[in-house]
């Protein structure tokens, strides 16, 4: 059974960091590509890093230069490491992951068969 578990969410202010962490498990995570969405509210979700299972990150435009998206296979983990926050980066936060689909696919579509529950980021002014 794939799951994906998210931790590290909270509260900063504009300017501040954040790092998220997903922890994988019940399927070869090194096969597959992951991925972080996130929702604000009444809005869609939206694709904001991915990374391929070679690596290769994908970040959306809005955070190219503040988001950095790592994978350690060995541990299971992916990390989004968010510096420089902005308001607008606030919502709620999901790792996601997929066997078939390229990391710039998932970001770009977005699409992912699997889904975490979410971790809330909020960014205060």
């Known amino acids: 059974q794939v799951q994906l578990v998210e931790s590290g969410g909270g509260s900063v202010q504009s300017g501040g960091s954040l790092r998220l962490s997903c922890k994988a498990s019940?399927?070869?995570?090194?096969?597959?590509?992951i991925g972080w969405f996130r929702q604000a509210p009444g809005r869609m979700h939206e694709g904001v890093s991915c990374?391929?299972?070679?690596?290769?990150?994908y970040h959306t435009d809005s955070v190219k230069g503040r988001f950095t998206i790592s994978r350690e296979n060995a541990k299971h983990m992916v990390d989004l490491t968010m510096s420089d926050l902005k308001v607008e980066d606030t919502g709620v936060y999901y790792c996601?992951?997929?066997?078939?689909?390229?990391?710039?696919?998932?970001?770009?579509?977005?699409?992912?068969?699997?889904w975490g529950q979410g971790t809330q980021v909020t960014v205060s002014s």
């Open positions: 990374i391929s299972n070679s690596s290769v990150p």
């Open positions: 019940g399927f070869a995570v090194e096969r597959w590509t």
């Open positions: 996601v992951a997929d066997p078939d689909v390229t990391e710039r696919g998932m970001c770009v579509i977005p699409h992912a068969d699997h």
